[in-house]
């Protein structure tokens, strides 16, 4: 991650801010995607994984973050895309999901971080119901900020209760082992 989207992040996510409108844009291929800076812990260099038996295309495996264990999906892969090409740009993404039972930390790989926008509730319209080149459930919408469209994901869709499930076991596999 450049120094700039560092800086952008860590003054969007001062305390005592208001960052529900706030969203961490990057890159998959050429396309622009965002989700909520709330649902964002950390970002972190792409770096050993662990790979795990038996477990979904888009599930790469575990890492082992400060002595948790923490798995990793392929976000272009679970968005149904070619695999995601490493590049010194490639970054882990550790995002908090809510689970039935608590909270789970995931790894997301992309390709590249861009930056931290604000977005208001009038500049996201909702999905479109046609096309495209991903799964229209998992887009929470499309932002507009300035000239470009940013395609806002819904990490709660991405990642599915059935999918935690999957990458808990991949914590419980890391954790025997």
Known sequence: MNQLAKNKMSSAMQVGDDNSNKYLTFLLGSEVYAFSILKVKEIIEYGDITSMPMM???????????????????????????????????????????????????????????????????????????GGNIRTDFIEGMGKLENEFIIVLNLDRVISMDDIQALTQVQQLADES
């Not at 599930?59 to 272009?76: E, F």
């Not at 490639?90 to 995002?95: A, D």
């Not at 999901?97 to 909702?126: F, H, M, R, W, Y």
């Open 56 to 130: 979904p295309d888009f599930i790469c495996g575990a890492i082992n973050l400060r002595g948790k264990v923490v798995p990793v999906i392929d976000l272009s892969l679970r968005m149904e895309k070619a695999a995601a090409d490493i590049s010194r740009r490639t970054c882990i993404v550790i995002v908090e999901l809510s689970t039935g039972d608590g909270v789970i930390n995931i790894g997301v790989i992309i390709d590249s971080v861009s930056k931290v926008v604000d977005l208001q509730a009038d500049e996201i319209e909702p999905a479109p119901s046609f």
